[in-house]
């Protein structure tokens, strides 16, 4: 249990380094076309966002709630590896021995809306933000 806490927390803290680090050389939405139109980086988007598809099914069974599950939804496809290390998080902290690691991954749950709200809320007003630098150019 240790080990999947520390190994979401490694992941998460690589992501919001090198989100951040990505953010800082240039803006979102300013990726050369050259890069944008390349086969691999194609490739790669859409290895990425099908994992993400994949992980948000299982939280789309978890979360019972409808609202939590399209905002858990919205969330993972805008923030990615974030959101889902955060998800993970959340759910093994819930947990206090390893003998309850089975719960992590087949326990349903109500589906509170507050955190996948805020998770939400946030990556919309980053996208946006990044994106009116294509409106003003």
């Known amino acids: 249990m240790l080990l999947l806490r520390l190994l979401f927390v490694a992941i998460l803290a690589c992501m919001l380094a090198v989100t951040s680090w ?3 050389q240039c803006a979102l939405f300013a ?5 944008f139109t390349h086969p691999w980086f194609i490739a790669t988007l859409f290895d990425a966002y099908w994992a ?3 992980f948000t099914v299982w939280v789309i069974w978890k979360e019972q709630s409808l609202a939590a599950r399209i905002l858990w939804f919205i969330a993972v496809i805008l923030w990615g590896n974030i959101a889902m290390s955060l998800y993970m998080l959340v ?3 819930r947990i206090k021995t390893i003998d309850q690691l089975g719960e992590v991954f087949s326990t349903r749950r109500p589906g509170k809306i507050a955190f996948p709200a805020v998770l939400t809320a946030f990556g919309l007003a980053i996208y946006l933000l990044g ?3 294509l409106f003003t150019a």
């Open 31 to 35: 990726i050369p076309r050259d890069v």
């Open 91 to 93: 759910e093994l902290f």
């Open 22 to 24: 990505a953010s800082g």
């Open 52 to 54: 993400f598809v994949t």
């Open 131 to 133: 994106a009116k630098s």
